[in-house]
């Protein structure tokens, strides 16, 4: 197992940029998927990205253009970039680690979350 920690999270203006970290703990970090979520109050919570163990990375349509997930596998940390940001964008955004065999990634840990806001 690996436990997660984010951070970064806060208030930022609209058009604005904002990096997530999280911290990983566990010898294996390198062999997991990695994801960032995020959800609103009332509603699912939804993948925005994720990085596989070999690099590979996937955006849902939302984030394509704007978001960049990436991982330090030296550091077990991965990041979440986030450019343009929208006040729809506003959410608790939460770290994941799970598996990826080329369907679908199947998240297995969560951090915490850290909540971002978008608004003026």
């Known amino acids: 197992q690996v436990q997660l920690v984010e951070s970064g999270g806060g208030l930022v203006q609209p058009g604005g940029s904002l990096r997530l970290s999280c911290s990983a703990s566990?010898?294996?970090?390198?062999?997991?998927?990695l994801g960032w979520h995020r959800q609103v109050p009332g509603k699912q919570r939804e993948l925005v990205a994720f990085?596989?163990?070999?690099?590979?990375?996937k955006y849902l349509d939302f984030a394509k253009g704007r978001f960049t997930i990436s991982r330090d596998n030296t550091k077990k940390m991965v990041y979440l970039q986030m450019n343009s940001l929208k006040p729809e964008d506003t959410a608790v955004y939460y770290c994941?680690?799970?598996?990826?065999?080329?369907?679908?990634?199947?998240?297995?840990?969560w951090g915490q979350g850290t909540q971002v806001t978008v608004s003026s």
């Open positions: 566990g010898i294996f970090f390198g062999i997991y998927s």
């Open positions: 994941s680690a799970g598996g990826y065999q080329g369907v679908a990634y199947r998240p297995d840990n």
């Open positions: 990085i596989t163990s070999t690099g590979s990375t």
